[in-house]
């Protein structure tokens, strides 16, 4: 299934490329089209018919997504999750609010990969059976029965109230709705997401709800535009996206999903791009900014466990790795190279010395 994987991935990178009147075929893949291009093959489709499964979910159910280099659709998305959240279940609302977790961090799987990232392949596969059938609504019917069930019945902390709200700073939410996908019955999550869909509490038609609140959230990134670009008549601090838990998030979210040239790296390192001057090498002691123009800011960093200080960032990040190439015949020294990264292309410049040919 592998080889399997790949040629899907490739296939449709190519496709993309043609489109666009050529081009590289890594621009056009973006990390997490993996997880949708394996469930077909789960499933024991085809290359051909999972090529087309994947590019019908891709045009679908994660409509926007993967070809929205602003991240608008996702960021829509996440609001309607978090309005619904809020309308849904008010208390977890407030200990999400209590404890600083931006929902985002709980809708990544069921946005961008459809529960295929944490559910079980099998349980997976049920799940896309709804989606295929009811289409994006359910996507969000079926998160919110899994966070029917995210909060314990008892409080996480001896002693202390199930409604206070200090209860809810160290709990693990994300983690809490990775073991609930892992572990839960599959058919009651179906039932119940049904039963939301069909009669939501509150009354009123879900997916009509549904289009009601992206309909909202276009109308306030249209507002936020029309601020950006010197809007007259709207308050700066009514639309300051930018202080939500949302906006701070979602900013660490774009230079990661893009492309890894813009993650945050350990204490200790430094990234190299073709941004920087081989005249203004990064201090390895010194915890300066490297400002890269397309992909944010690279800054040193640690992992740290517990409560942070409000004074202390916290960033998506991933731990330092060692990437190695043999240069190419061709290659100039001076010249910038690009490689695949974990995270997906990257370019950096080798060391001074090196030559065509060598391993570096």
């Given at each position: 299934?592998?080889?399997?994987?790949?040629?899907?991935?490739?296939?449709?990178?190519?496709?993309?490329?043609?489109?666009?009147?050529?081009?590289?075929?890594?621009?056009?893949?973006?990390?997490?089209?993996?997880?949708?291009?394996?469930?077909?093959?789960?499933?024991?489709?085809?290359?051909?018919?999972?090529?087309?499964?994947?590019?019908?979910?891709?045009?679908?159910?994660?409509?926007?997504?993967?070809?929205?280099?602003t991240?608008?659709?996702?960021?829509?998305?996440?609001?309607?999750?978090?309005?619904?959240?809020?309308?849904?279940?008010?208390?977890?609302?407030?200990?999400?609010?209590?404890?600083?977790?931006?929902?985002?961090?709980?809708?990544?799987?069921?946005?961008?990969?459809?529960f295929?990232?944490?559910?079980?392949?099998?349980?997976?596969?049920?799940?896309?059976?709804?989606?295929?059938?009811?289409?994006?609504?359910?996507?969000?019917?079926?998160?919110?029965?899994?966070?029917?069930?995210l909060l314990?019945?008892?409080?996480?902390?001896?002693?202390?109230?199930?409604?206070?709200m200090?209860?809810?700073?160290?709990?693990?939410?994300?983690?809490?709705?990775?073991?609930?996908?892992?572990?839960?019955?599959?058919?009651l999550?179906?039932?119940?997401?049904?039963?939301?869909?069909?009669?939501?509490?509150?009354?009123?038609?879900?997916?009509?709800?549904?289009?009601?609140?992206?309909?909202?959230?276009?109308?306030?990134?249209?507002?936020?535009?029309?601020?950006?670009?010197?809007?007259?008549?709207?308050?700066?601090?009514?639309?300051?996206?930018?202080?939500?838990?949302?906006?701070?998030?979602?900013?660490?979210?774009?230079?990661?999903?893009?492309?890894?040239?813009?993650?945050?790296?350990?204490s200790?390192?430094?990234?190299?791009?073709?941004?920087?001057?081989?005249?203004?090498?990064?201090?390895?002691?010194?915890?300066?900014?490297?400002?890269?123009?397309?992909?944010?800011?690279?800054?040193?960093?640690?992992?740290?466990?517990?409560p942070?200080?409000?004074?202390?960032?916290?960033?998506?990040?991933?731990?330092?790795?060692?990437?190695?190439?043999?240069?190419?015949?061709?290659?100039?020294?001076?010249?910038?190279?690009?490689l695949?990264?974990?995270?997906?292309?990257?370019t950096?410049?080798?060391?001074?010395?090196?030559?065509?040919?060598?391993?570096?």
């Open positions: 299934q592998d080889a399997a994987l790949v040629n899907i991935l490739f296939s449709h990178c190519s496709r993309r490329a043609s489109e666009e009147g050529g081009g590289e075929l890594q621009r056009h893949y973006v990390q997490g089209m993996h997880m949708l291009a394996a469930c077909p093959l789960w499933a024991g489709l085809s290359e051909r018919w999972a090529l087309g499964a994947f590019e019908f979910v891709l045009a679908t159910l994660c409509a926007g997504y993967y070809v929205d280099s991240f608008d659709a996702f960021e829509r998305d996440v609001r309607v999750a978090e309005a619904l959240v809020l309308e849904q279940y008010p208390k977890l609302a407030e200990a999400l609010q209590a404890a600083g977790v931006s929902t985002m961090i709980l809708v990544f799987d069921p946005l961008l990969c459809l295929t990232r944490n559910a079980p392949p099998k349980s997976a596969l049920r799940l896309w059976d709804v989606l295929l059938v009811e289409g994006d609504a359910a996507i969000f019917a079926i998160l919110l029965a899994f966070l029917e069930h314990p019945d008892e409080p996480p902390l001896p002693n202390t109230p199930i409604d206070d200090s209860t809810w700073e160290d709990f693990p939410f994300a983690e809490r709705l990775k073991e609930l996908a892992a572990t839960a019955d599959v058919e999550l179906v039932g119940r997401a049904g039963q939301l869909m069909d009669a939501p509490p509150g009354g009123g038609d879900f997916r009509h709800r549904i289009k009601e609140l992206r309909r909202a959230s276009a109308r306030s990134d249209g507002a936020r535009r029309d601020l950006s670009h010197g809007g007259a008549g709207l308050r700066r601090d009514v639309l300051a996206h930018d202080d939500t838990l949302v906006g701070k998030a979602l900013a660490n979210v774009r230079g990661w999903w893009g492309g890894s040239e813009g993650a945050s790296v350990a200790g390192q430094h990234a190299q791009a073709d941004e920087q001057s081989p005249a203004s090498p990064v201090s390895r002691n010194a915890p300066e900014v490297v400002e890269l123009s397309r992909h944010g800011e690279t800054v040193p960093c640690e992992v740290v466990q517990g942070l200080p409000t004074s202390v960032r916290e960033a998506f990040a991933t731990r330092p790795v060692e990437c190695s190439l043999v240069l190419a015949e061709s290659y100039q020294p001076g010249d910038v190279v690009t695949t990264g974990p995270h997906g292309r990257m950096l410049r080798p060391p001074i010395g090196a030559k065509p040919g060598a391993a570096v």
